[in-house]
């Protein structure tokens, strides 16, 4: 009987009616710093005489403004809206360590004719096309290229390269000048 009395208790508790709308919760949902974030929960969730004391427990004496996020800033009351500037700054903040997204820059596929086709020591053939560029397979196998023959240079999307002559065939390769 006990047991379902303290039950009761806490969802008396928990489902009590609060005093927030749906665009507050959303207001602390588009926040990316986790310190703003708790703070604006805390600012909506707890109430206020449990608000002021902890941020009177917790808040040092700071010698200088604090950083925002590095949870010693005070806690935010339902008053204080904030601000969309202020929001986009900190998503910015390392912004510019972050990997640039890959971009579809050059050429993926070139187009030549063969001036001269050799072979290495080990069995790589060496093409040197028309516009000057110098290419070598990247392990030795028999492929059917001759000195004026068509081909076309494509990049692989996880890198690399691949050389396709008239008739289909391709070989790995990759460039020495």
């Known amino acids: 009987m006990l047991r379902i009395k303290s039950l009761l208790a806490i969802l008396a508790v928990t489902i009590a009616p609060t005093a927030f709308s749906e665009a507050d919760v959303s207001r602390c949902i588009m926040l990316t710093n986790a310190g703003l974030r708790l ?5 909506l969730f707890l109430p206020e005489n449990v608000r002021e004391e902890s941020v009177e427990q917790e808040k040092p004496a700071p010698k200088e403004k604090p950083l925002p996020g590095s949870g010693n800033e005070t806690a935010r009351t339902s008053k204080e809206p ?17 990997k ?15 001036v001269k086709v050799t ?15 110098v ?8 492929f059917k290229a001759e000195p004026g023959d068509p081909v076309t240079i494509s990049k692989f999307r996880m890198g690399g390269y691949s050389l396709r002559n008239k008739g289909g065939a391709s070989t790995r390769v990759r460039r020495l000048n």
């Open 39 to 43: 703070d604006c929960y805390d600012a």
């Open 82 to 98: 904030i601000q969309r500037q202020e929001i986009e700054e900190y998503q910015e903040f390392g912004k510019e360590q972050l």
């Open 100 to 114: 640039p997204e890959r971009t579809n820059k050059g050429t993926e596929r070139i187009a030549a004719q063969l």
């Open 119 to 133: 072979r290495r020591a080990r069995g790589e053939y060496v093409f040197e096309l028309d516009n000057g560029q």
């Open 135 to 142: 290419w070598v397979q990247t392990s030795p196998k028999w």
